[in-house]
């Protein structure tokens, strides 16, 4: 069936050879890909299409399968494809979907992740699953609200405590991480812990940090003044979180009116960049002496705003949507100094961003793909095709090839050899 889905891809003079894309944002969460595109083409060759029910949450790729989620029935369903042909090796239900009344619709929001042979889903409501990526079976699993007090409420909860987080009440979408034989999740409970650190294989708990709701932004960890550390923005601050103990390192306050916090953290040379809906883009250095870590302002930028769409990093400049008043830009800004190099008008609320080295592959809520060059010195745009209608999903790149979904189809696209 050729349908002009929306897979983001189509380049004609591409390399986009990569390991698998097992994870939220690709192999190292941060958006890149290691390719060399030099023109969008004037179509992308299909190869297989499948039906599939609403949801955002982006595919996956790994061992030979795609794994995407999606709502069947009322209920969040994981699936399992030969990624050769598309054809479905599994699925299990994984929790009861939430009637979301909003633009984006309902289903699955929270992107997976696999590790070996294994597949972790987060529902909308807070179920918690690790799955055999040969069956789809259930290993272990928790529940946000049974085991760790934090009850999902929906969207028109007039609740007192509904207003003091954002994942609570339209949908847990903060995908987790994993460091060796730990995985993090962002439980969100005010009392038992928000963030917690799971033996992967076995659902053990670790540890528990916090004390504090979460909000939709994604985990990130990396080594921040030479020590390995979680980094979590929820409802309410901006933390920093020792993978082995779970010690708090380093935390400060975020604050939002709706705790609307959705960008995945910026990491790079010990330091931190976040956005918020009403909080401007603001990076964070981070240091160790002996009085242990300090989290100090390295510079904030009150005029740009990064809602929904996580920028990428390349060559010392971050490129995303940014937000100022009404509307939304693609910009660029100096990552050294936090200055706006430019704006680009004309975008909706959300775009994935991918970078391939010099250059950037943007699909639009809107089903558009752009080829953009990755410069500080102007906008310039080297192509665009229309790939399909509207989507908020994040793409999967592999083997030369782009994985996608929009609210109908599962394409699978082959961009370049």
Same mark, same amino acid.
């Given at each position: 069936?050729?349908? !002009?889905?929306?897979?983001?891809?189509?380049?004609?003079?591409?390399?986009?050879?990569?390991?698998?894309?097992?994870?939220?944002?690709?192999?190292?969460?941060?958006?890149?890909?290691?390719?060399?595109?030099? #023109?969008? %083409?004037?179509?992308?060759?299909?190869?297989?299409?499948?039906?599939?029910?609403?949801?955002?949450?982006?595919?996956?790729?790994?061992?030979?399968?795609?794994?995407?989620?999606?709502?069947?029935?009322?209920?969040?369903?994981?699936?399992?494809?030969?990624?050769? $042909?598309?054809?479905?090796?599994?699925?299990?239900?994984? /929790?009861?979907?939430?009637?979301?009344?909003?633009?984006?619709?309902?289903?699955?929001?929270? $992107?997976?992740?696999?590790?070996?042979?294994? +597949?972790?889903?987060?529902?909308?409501?807070?179920?918690?699953?690790?799955?055999?990526?040969?069956?789809?079976?259930?290993?272990?699993?928790?529940?946000?609200?049974? &085991?760790?007090?934090?009850?999902?409420?929906?969207?028109? *909860?007039?609740?007192?405590?509904?207003?003091?987080?954002?994942?609570?009440?339209?949908?847990?979408?903060?995908?987790? +991480?994993?460091?060796? &034989?730990?995985?993090? +999740?962002?439980?969100?409970?005010?009392?038992? /812990?928000?963030?917690?650190?799971?033996?992967?294989?076995?659902?053990?708990?670790?540890?528990?940090?916090?004390?504090?709701?979460?909000?939709?932004?994604?985990?990130? @960890?990396?080594?921040?003044?030479?020590?390995?550390?979680?980094?979590?923005?929820?409802?309410?601050?901006?933390? /920093?979180?020792?993978?082995?103990?779970?010690?708090?390192?380093?935390?400060?306050?975020?604050?939002?009116? #709706?705790?609307?916090?959705?960008?995945?953290?910026?990491?790079?040379?010990?330091?931190? $960049?976040?956005?918020?809906?009403?909080?401007?883009?603001?990076?964070?250095?981070?240091?160790?002496?002996?009085?242990?870590?300090? =989290?100090? !302002?390295?510079?904030?930028?009150?005029?740009?705003?990064? $809602?929904?769409?996580? !920028?990428?990093?390349?060559?010392?400049?971050?490129?995303?949507?940014?937000?100022?008043?009404?509307?939304?830009?693609?910009?660029?800004?100096?990552?050294?100094?936090?200055?706006?190099?430019?704006?680009?008008? /004309?975008?909706?609320?959300?775009?994935?961003?991918?970078?391939?080295?010099?250059?950037?592959?943007?699909?639009? @809520?809107?089903?558009?793909?752009?080829?953009?060059?990755? *410069?500080?010195?102007?906008?310039?745009?080297?192509?665009?095709?229309?790939?399909?209608?509207?989507?908020?999903?994040? %793409?999967?790149?592999?083997?030369?090839?782009?994985?996608?979904?929009?609210?109908?189809?599962?394409?699978? =696209?082959?961009?370049?050899?």
């Amino acid at each position: 069936m050729k349908t !002009p889905l929306c897979s983001a891809a189509l380049l004609a003079a591409a390399s986009l050879h990569a390991a698998d894309w097992a994870q939220w944002r690709g192999p190292n969460r941060d958006g890149h890909v290691s390719a060399s595109i030099a #023109a969008l %083409p004037k179509e992308a060759k299909t190869l297989w299409s499948i039906p599939v029910g609403n949801g955002q949450a982006s595919p996956l790729v790994a061992g030979g399968k795609l794994i995407y989620l999606d709502e069947q029935t009322g209920q969040e369903v994981a699936h399992a494809v030969d990624l050769k $042909t598309g054809k479905e090796l599994w699925q299990a239900v994984v /929790g009861e979907s939430e009637a979301f009344s909003n633009a984006y619709g309902t289903g699955p929001r929270c $992107t997976p992740l696999v590790d070996g042979d294994r +597949v972790y889903v987060q529902t909308c409501k807070g179920d918690f699953r690790c799955l055999a990526l040969a069956d789809g079976k259930t290993i272990w699993q928790t529940s946000f609200d049974k &085991d760790w007090a934090a009850p999902f409420f929906g969207n028109s *909860s007039n609740a007192p405590e509904a207003k003091e987080t954002a994942s609570r009440r339209h949908g847990n979408n903060g995908s987790p +991480v994993i460091d060796g &034989d730990r995985i993090f +999740v962002a439980v969100g409970s005010p009392t038992k /812990g928000t963030l917690v650190a799971f033996d992967k294989k076995s659902g053990k708990v670790l540890w528990t940090a916090g004390k504090e709701n979460t909000a939709y932004s994604s985990l990130m @960890m990396g080594t921040l003044a030479g020590t390995k550390q979680v980094v979590h923005l929820t409802a309410d601050s901006l933390m /920093g979180v020792d993978v082995a103990s779970g010690k708090i390192l380093w935390q400060t306050p975020v604050k939002t009116g #709706a705790k609307r916090h959705v960008l995945t953290p910026v990491l790079a040379d010990d330091s931190v $960049t976040i956005s918020s809906s009403s909080v401007g883009l603001t990076k964070f250095s981070v240091s160790k002496d002996s009085g242990g870590f300090k =989290l100090e !302002p390295a510079w904030k930028n009150d005029k740009v705003k990064v $809602t929904l769409a996580t !920028p990428v990093l390349v060559n010392g400049h971050l490129y995303g949507l940014g937000t100022g008043g009404s509307k939304t830009e693609f910009i660029c800004v100096d990552f050294k100094t936090g200055d706006l190099k430019w704006s680009q008008p /004309g975008f909706g609320d959300y775009a994935a961003v991918i970078a391939a080295g010099d250059k950037l592959l943007v699909q639009d @809520m809107t089903g558009t793909m752009l080829l953009l060059k990755a *410069s500080p010195e102007k906008f310039e745009e080297l192509g665009r095709i229309q790939v399909c209608g509207n989507t908020w999903s994040h %793409p999967a790149i592999a083997d030369g090839k782009i994985y996608q979904r929009d609210k109908k189809q599962l394409f699978a =696209l082959e961009i370049g050899k």
